[in-house]
């Protein structure tokens, strides 16, 4: 069933932002006929590529986590994913591009979450004077890291529509008794210098910013009761807090009950004059259940000691790859191979990394399968320290818990 409310505001041809939404920096390899839509082609070099595969073993909440039952960053995204195409297909907006936005959102999140997104927040602030946070990260991974393979077998950039590489910068940001309206002005998508700067240029990055926060609020309880967070005092107070708003019984804060309420709330209070918006007491209820997981779960005591180590793990791959630096690409090569006899997989996979990225004469060489963008000008420690924040952040839990293995065996 849809109701169409926004049909006229869709991005479709019809829209005047349609040329500017479809735009791409770089051409994508023409192989012929294609069924798909730009957005279509989006979303799939999108899910083809090794960024959105680690999304599976990156925490959401809980790091690292045996239990295969608890929420990962793939698990969210493909909620996200979820809530958005039911709102966009009831509204009669563009579903294929908040598909392709959805599953991009969170390509540049770091390892061990929010708190590995501070670690590596302070050092780029203490390295380099300037500002880290992942909806950035997630721009610059798909704009200038990420890589496919063309029909040549050469590696190239993804290459993504603005109106995608502008839903994902501009994903995050608290949602509050203001409406969400789309900007009207087509910027400069690196400019941006902070988070929650700009509202998303089209309705469909708009559904996907508020489908962030429904999506995540829910699972954080079912996880946290999985993992025996909650106190029988604590889910009492969260019983208080639903009394407040319909009454529903504990066992029914999960994320399938809230996603439902809120959708539907949503869908019955948006329209193009008011925006997409949600009802001022489901926006309360958002807010205190917010509250209630940032005081009871996000903070929770039995966190501190893994975000001591996810902090020990981030300072000490980036300690160990920085000692490596030389102006003379040459020497910075040698030095990193001598250290992969104490740091061979850290050492191994950086060092094709600044292959990959970094390092021109690779380009020259018979049979290079690299044509994406050199991003690391090597030879200044400023552009080496960037390439270490970059690959550090494009880890998952497990891979820098590996790395970090390596610094602390003695054979």
């Known amino acids: 069933m849809k109701t169409n409310k926004f049909k006229s505001v869709a991005t479709t041809k019809r829209s005047p932002k349609w040329d500017q939404t479809i735009s791409r920096e770089c051409a994508l390899p023409n192989r012929g006929p294609d069924i798909r839509s730009e957005f279509a082609r989006d979303n799939n070099r999108i899910l083809h590529s090794t960024a959105y595969r680690r999304l599976k073993h990156k925490t959401q909440v809980f790091f690292a986590t045996a239990n295969d039952h ?24 563009n579903v294929e591009l908040t598909s392709a936005i959805a599953i991009g959102h969170d390509l540049g999140h770091a390892p061990f979450g929010h708190a590995g997104e501070d670690y590596i ?26 890589t496919l393979e063309d029909h040549h077998g050469k590696h190239i950039n993804l290459g993504l529509t603005y109106g995608v590489r502008d839903g994902i910068v501009c ?5 509050n008794e203001n409406a969400l309206k789309p900007r009207d002005e087509a910027i400069d998508l690196k400019s941006i210098i902070k988070a929650n700067e700009f509202s998303p240029y089209t309705w469909e990055g708009c559904v996907v910013k508020i489908s962030d926060k ?16 909650l106190t029988m005092s604590e889910k009492k107070e969260l019983f208080k807090i639903t009394q407040q708003f319909g009454g529903k019984k504990i ?15 949503l869908c019955r209070n948006s329209s193009p004059e008011e925006g997409i918006k949600i009802s001022t007491q489901n926006i309360q209820l958002m807010n205190m259940v917010k509250q209630f997981n940032y005081k009871n779960i996000y903070v929770h005591k039995r966190l501190d000691i893994f975000k001591k180590y996810a902090e020990l793990i981030i300072q000490s791959l980036y300690q160990i790859l920085v000692e490596n630096f030389s102006p003379d ?24 990394w600044l292959l990959k990225y970094g ?10 399968i690299y044509q994406n963008k050199l991003i ?25 818990i590996k790395s970090f293995n390596e610094t602390i065996t003695f054979i």
């Open 329 to 352: 690409i040459e020497r910075l090569i040698y030095s990193i191979k001598k250290s992969m006899e104490f740091y061979p997989v850290l050492c191994k996979t950086f060092l094709e």
């Open 251 to 265: 066992r029914e804060i999960n994320n399938t009950i809230l996603i439902h309420s809120l959708i539907i709330d």
């Open 121 to 146: 927040k302070k050092i780029t602030k203490d390295e380099l004077g300037e500002n880290f946070w992942h909806e950035r990260n997630s721009l610059r991974f798909v704009d200038d890291i990420e």
């Open 359 to 368: 390092i021109p004469s690779e380009r020259k060489k018979e049979g290079n």
């Open 70 to 93: 608890v929420c990962t960053r793939i698990e969210h995204v493909n909620h996200v994913s979820s809530v958005s195409h039911t709102i966009a297909m009831y509204l009669g907006l």
């Open 171 to 175: 994903h995050c940001g608290e949602i």
């Open 214 to 229: 429904i999506a995540y609020l829910g699972r954080d309880i079912e996880d946290a009761l999985t993992m025996r967070i």
């Open 376 to 400: 690391y000008d090597l030879t200044k420690e400023a552009g080496y320290k960037m390439a270490i924040i970059d690959f550090i952040s494009g880890m998952t839990d497990n891979f820098a």
